[in-house]
Nanobody, 126 residues
Framework: QVQLVESGGGLVQAGGSLILSCAASGRSARIYAMGWFRQSPGKYLEFVATIPWSCGVTYYAESVKGRFTISRDIAKNTLYMQMNSLQPEETAVYYC???????????????????WGQGTQVTVSS
């Protein structure tokens, strides 16, 4: 199993920035890629960004391109996401997710991810 623990959420004013972290432990060698999803109240889980563990290629939802940056530190088994210019509508619980090499599905599909963190709340005030 792989355990994921997010941190870094909090309250920020509109236009502000936050950095989320996600520490992976357990059988982290199984990780093929990691990503971030978010869920706002009353809305579906939404893909935000993903990065394969072995290379630096990144993929983003259109809504966050140019403002969010996903990165990873392989030595620390940690995933990060720098979020800039945050807006109130981006208030959500942000989840870290990891997918194994045997996983199928598109990178933006929540069903493609095998392991999930407990989530961290991000609140953006207007």
């Amino acid at each position: 199993q792989v355990q994921l623990v997010e941190s870094g959420g909090g309250l920020v004013q509109a236009g502000g920035s936050l950095i989320l972290s996600c520490a992976a432990s357990g059988r982290s060698a199984r990780i093929y890629a990691m990503g971030w999803f978010r869920q706002s109240p009353g809305k579906y889980l939404e893909f935000v960004a993903t990065i394969p563990w072995s290379c630096g290629v990144t993929y983003y939802a259109e809504s966050v391109k140019g403002r969010f940056t996903i990165s990873r530190d392989i030595a620390k088994n940690t995933l990060y996401m720098q979020m800039n210019s945050l807006q109130p509508e981006e208030t959500a619980v942000y989840y870290c997710a990891a997918r194994a090499a045997y996983s199928t599905g598109r990178y933006y599909d929540e069903d493609a991810y095998n392991y999930w963190g407990q989530g961290t709340q991000v609140t953006v005030s207007s």
